[in-house]
Each structure stands twice: as structure tokens, then as C-alpha cells.
């Protein structure tokens, strides 16, 4: 298991960032090494999906040095490209795209983005949706899925970028519980396999079980880092005492 | 008589009077309405249906004949459909404008067949356009040349309307694009096109392309009328259509371009793959809608001198023996373009119920 700190993947570096007035990330500093997986929860508008979400440079941020992978997220289109290239991201509204099966879906950017023939996107496509056993909806639309089928999709269309990164932002809070079952176990699966995972979630369960690291994040902070033993056993913070206690429901 | 009986006769009889009822005598306003367009039909329809029916003449070669039966004389068409569906288009070559329509039709016809949508397709297309182009101009294959001053009637209607459309709709996708760009340049130079063809009438454009724009060019260079005339009827279909298709583009929730961006495709692999083929399906009805009016707007052609269909009518007419009969003409022509058109509609919505229906998306 990787030590934060050693060899990271992202960095970030006093990293604000502002909706208008809204300050949605406040300074936030943060190491993620290599192979590390680390589940982000917080109270809604705590700034956590900002965070993911300029990992991938689907948002810009204002001040403060991102790095990931080496590469520096400066607004150069280069550089985004190539961090596109080295991440995926499962997102919380199923957006799969609804013109093209599920197999279509999955081998949409490795055909497009990574230059794959397309017999060979097809084929990694097929490994992946095997690997999230959706390989029997191959051909089906996303409208005929159900929604755990459909998220399921989606992160056989992230894994088929074979990325470095993957990025999830709150991919079970859209899904009905028993579909949430079968993502979570989907993920933990994934879990296993050493790729570095930055999940957003209130899954605590899922947090438990995987995670090397569990954040908390309040106001564009983040205002707990530690592993899960320590954060559900110690949270040395008392907004983190008072997050726990509200989500778990005691 | 059972009470089944009962209860089933007077339901058979009693179903049209209760539909009328129920249709056109559910209040007191919609029972007024009812009754008086029934007199207004009373008082039209015995007069129209002599006109048209009982004292017409449907062939005859004198309008004299025409004359003395006082009725509709159907025999114009007859004795003029040559010029109207020709217009100055030499008269022996007519079989080449025959079959000209004859294959943009069946190209047309057979396109309509989602099933049969292939590369194989738009090949067919391309040859079938080129042998079109050909039969029109001549001047190949032993051919006689036939230059494009004396083109007329359908077959200059469906060629100006084919390479509007044709040429007019990835244009006006281009636009659409281009008016949602990041590029300041490029979308200061779609906005800037789109309103000032939008602000302009179609008879205006067509005056700038028929009359202005030789005067500008340097001396002895000349553009063909037809071409000025098709270029001018293109920007026109494109302009409007670009706003269906932005309309289009803007129905595409932003999710769908935040996840191809997550992928790290490019621009226009976002745009072709996953953006376009959204946004086309939801701008279907008002695409057509587009193509439609570009069909009815090939008549304005006449105005700058061409003769298409309405103007190889207008021709037509101008024989002194048959230009009272302009009624029967108008509405011979009338006719052919309700036919274009109301089949464009017919297959428009045919192709969205497909659509909605087809494999859940």
C-alpha cells in the first residue's frame, strides 16, 4: 500500500477556486501517491466534486498549482488533453451516451482518443463490460438499462481508457439501493486491483472497505485526512464528529 | 326484442349521431360554427362541383370549347403541362428533364428507407446526381448542350432545390457550430451571417445575386445566373436552418459534452460523435420544416427571370388562347407542389415516430 507522500500522482498545491462568490475550494492541498484510493465526503457544497472535478480539468482553477501525473494543469490544452488521456471519471447523473449501445459506448474513446482500431476498442470494451458483468447488455441502449446496468456501463467506458486515474463523483447517490449494491461491489472490485481511485461518496461502508485514506471536507477545506480506522474510530476534528454522526444515523 | 338486443341495435345506429354530436354540436358556440359552415358549404359546393365537374372540359385542343361550356377547362393542362413542367427547356429534349426527375425521385424515394442507409447509398447518389447534371447541361455523350438560360419548369425547381438543400444543410450545421464556438472570430462571423441573412428578404438576396452582384465583379468575369441565383437560395436555407440546428444543440444536456471531455476526445470527435447525432435527431421536425419552405421558396425564382415551375406556368400562359384559363393552370400546379410538400411532412413524421420508437432511442 502506498504511503501519501511517496511518489505522488496528484498534487495539489493552495488550490482555490470561486463560483461567483461562492468559495468552493479554499486553499486545498493534497497528495495522492500512486495506487492510493481515497473516498472525499463532506456536507453538499463542501467543495468535494469541485475537487474531482478539476483533477480532470472539468473545471479550471483560479489559483494554486495542480499537478497530476507529472503534468501541470495550466490551461494548456496540451497538457488537459493528456490528463483526459490519463484519468476517467464515473459521474453521479448516468451520463452515458444514449445514441450508441453499451459495447459503443465503452469503445467510444479508445478508438477516439486513444487511436485503438476499432476491433481492438471493441475488444478491450468487451473485457471491461465483462468485468463489471454487463457483457450480456453489450448491445442494448442506455434507455433500456436499468440504472445500475447503466453506471455499471459507465465505468466499463472509464476502464477501458486503462487510466492511471480513476475519478468517481458520488456514482451511487442517483441510484436506487439495491442498485447501489451492485456498483459498490462493482468498485470494490475494481478496488483490488491497485489503480489509483479518488472516489466521491457517502458510502461508508465502500469507505471502510477500500479506501487508504478517508477526506473530510467542509467549506473548500479539507478538514480531516486519515485513514479509515482513525477517521471513524478518532476524527480529531469536531465537524467531522458532527458529519459522522448525522450520515451514520445514530 | 331481449334487452341485449335493445341495448346493442340503437348503439349501432346511434354511434355516427352521437360522434356528430359529441363533435360538431357539443356547445351552443360549436353547434353555431357547425351550422354555418354548413350553409357556407350550401351555398359553394353545388356551384364549385358544376364548375369543376359538370361543365368542365377535360381535353380538347380549342379553347373555344372551353368557352361556350362555361365550366372548368381542365384541357390547359393538357394542352400546355410541356411548358409548364418545362419550361424553355428546347421541346425534343423534354425526355432528357423526364428522366432527370425521374432519377432525383427515385434517389429521393429510395433515401427515405432507413433500412437501406449505406455507403452504397451515397454512392448511388453521386453517380445519380452526376447523370442529372449531365441530361441538364449536355454538351457530353452525344448529348446536345443546353445552356442553363433556357433550363425551366420541375426539373429547374427540383435541381435549385436539391442543391440548396444539399449544399445549404452542412453549411448550415457549420454556422450552428460555429455561433456556439469559444473562438471569438469564428463566432462573431456565424452570428454576424446568420442574422444579416435572417434580416433580409429571400426576393432581396435573390436581387443582390441576379442583378448587383455582376456589377461588382471585375469586366468578363461572369458567374452563371442559375449559380447566382442557386448560391443566393443556399445562404438563405442555411441561415434558418443553422437556428434549427442550434436549437438542436442546445437540447444536448451539458453532461453529454463534460463526459466526452472526461474521455480527452477531441473537439470534433465530441462534436461528430456524440454531440451531432443527438442534436440532429431532436432538430429533425424543424429541419424539415426548413427543407420544406426551401421547396415552396424555389418559386420566388421567377422573380429574377428564371422559369421554374411557376414560372414555366406563367409561360405557359402567355399563349393569348389560353390565358383566361389561368385558374386551372394554378391549380394544376398548385397540386404538384401541395404533393412535394405535404409528402416531405408525411415522411418527417413517419421518421420521428421511427425514431422515438426504434430501439428506445
Known amino acids: ?250 | 326484442m331481449g334487452p341485449t338486443d335493445a341495448a346493442i341495435r340503437p348503439a349501432g345506429s346511434a354511434r355516427p349521431l352521437a360522434w356528430l354530436r359529441a363533435n360538431f354540436f357539443g356547445s351552443i358556440p360549436s353547434s353555431l360554427m357547425s351550422l354555418a359552415l354548413l350553409a357556407a358549404l350550401a351555398a359553394t359546393l353545388p356551384d364549385l362541383v358544376r364548375w369543376a365537374l359538370v361543365d368542365s372540359v377535360w381535353r380538347t385542343a380549342d379553347p373555344a370549347v372551353c368557352r361556350t361550356a362555361g365550366g372548368a377547362c381542365w384541357a390547359v393542362i393538357g394542352e400546355k403541362y410541356r411548358v409548364m413542367l418545362f419550361g424553355t427547356y428546347p421541346f425534343d429534349q423534354h425526355w432528357r428533364g423526364y428522366a432527370m426527375m425521374a432519377i432525383v425521385l427515385t434517389l429521393v424515394g429510395v433515401s427515405t428507407v432507413r433500412r437501406l442507409w449505406s455507403g452504397a447509398l451515397l454512392i448511388a447518389w453521386g453517380v445519380g446526381l452526376s447523370a442529372a447534371m449531365v441530361l441538364q447541361f449536355g454538351g457530353f455523350a452525344g448529348l446536345a448542350r443546353v445552356p442553363t438560360s433556357l433550363w425551366g419548369g420541375l426539373p429547374l425547381t427540383l435541381a435549385i432545390f436539391l442543391g440548396t438543400v444539399l449544399g445549404g444543410f452542412p453549411l448550415a450545421v457549420l454556422l450552428a457550430l460555429g455561433r456556439q464556438s469559444r473562438l471569438p472570430v469564428v463566432r462573431a462571423l456565424s452570428i454576424g451571417f446568420i442574422e444579416t441573412v435572417r434580416g433580409v428578404p429571400l426576393v432581396n438576396i435573390l436581387f443582390v445575386a441576379a442583378l448587383l452582384f455582376p456589377l461588382f465583379m471585375p469586366a468578363g468575369v461572369n458567374f452563371d445566373k442559375l449559380l447566382r441565383a442557386q448560391v443566393g437560395m443556399l445562404i438563405f436555407f442555411a441561415a434558418y436552418t443553422a437556428e434549427s440546428v442550434r436549437g438542436g444543440l442546445q437540447a444536448v444536456p451539458h453532461s453529454q459534452y463534460e463526459a466526452a471531455d472526461s474521455l480527452g476526445v477531441s473537439y470534433w470527435e465530441r462534436t461528430l460523435k456524440i454531440v451531432l447525432p443527438q442534436a440532429l435527431r431532436i432538430a429533425i421536425p424543424a429541419v424539415v420544416n426548413d427543407v420544406i419552405r426551401a421547396f415552396k421558396n424555389t418559386s420566388v425564382l421567377v422573380i429574377i427571370g428564371l422559369l421554374d415551375l411557376l414560372g414555366g406556368t406563367m409561360a405557359a400562359l402567355e399563349d393569348p388562347r389560353w390565358t383566361r384559363f389561368y385558374v386551372e393552370a394554378y391549380l394544376f400546379v398548385a397540386a404538384l407542389y401541395f404533393l412535394f410538400c405535404f409528402s416531405l411532412s408525411q415522411y418527417s413524421q413517419k421518421l420521428e415516430t421511427e425514431m422515438k420508437t426504434g430501439r428506445n432511442y
Do not use: W
Open chain 1, 1 to 250: 500500500m502506498a504511503t501519501p507522500g511517496t511518489n505522488p500522482i496528484v498534487t495539489f498545491d493552495g488550490v482555490h477556486k470561486t463560483f461567483g462568490r461562492f468559495r468552493a475550494l479554499n486553499g486545498v492541498s493534497l497528495s495522492v501517491g500512486r495506487g492510493e484510493r481515497i473516498v472525499i465526503c463532506g456536507p453538499s457544497g463542501s467543495g468535494k466534486s469541485t475537487l474531482v472535478r478539476c483533477i480532470n480539468r472539468l473545471e479550471a482553477i483560479d489559483s494554486g498549482r495542480l499537478t497530476v501525473d507529472g503534468i501541470d494543469l495550466d490551461g494548456d490544452v496540451r497538457a488537459i488533453r493528456a490528463v483526459r488521456r490519463k484519468t476517467a471519471m464515473v459521474f453521479q447523473s448516468l451520463n452515458l451516451f444514449p445514441h450508441l449501445t453499451a459495447l459503443g459506448n465503452a469503445a467510444f474513446a479508445p478508438e477516439s482518443a486513444l487511436g485503438l482500431s476499432r476491433g481492438e476498442a471493441e475488444a478491450r470494451a468487451m473485457r471491461y463490460l465483462a468485468r463489471v458483468h454487463v457483457l450480456d447488455q453489450a448491445d442494448k441502449y442506455p434507455g433500456q438499462l436499468s440504472g445500475g446496468q447503466q453506471q455499471r456501463v459507465a465505468i466499463a467506458r472509464a476502464l477501458a481508457m486503462e487510466p492511471e486515474i480513476l475519478l468517481f463523483d458520488e456514482p451511487t447517490s442517483a441510484l436506487d439501493p439495491e442498485m447501489t449494491r451492485e456498483v459498490l461491489d462493482a468498485m470494490i472490485e475494481i478496488a483490488r486491483e491497485g489503480r489509483t481511485m479518488i472516489v466521491v461518496t457517502h458510502e461508508m461502508g465502500f469507505a471502510r472497505a477500500v479506501a487508504d485514506r478517508i477526506l473530510f471536507m467542509d467549506g473548500g477545506e479539507i478538514v480531516e485526512d486519515a485513514p479509515p480506522s482513525a477517521f471513524f474510530e478518532a476524527p480529531r476534528q469536531e465537524r467531522t464528529r458532527a458529519f459522522l454522526a448525522q450520515i451514520l444515523g445514530h
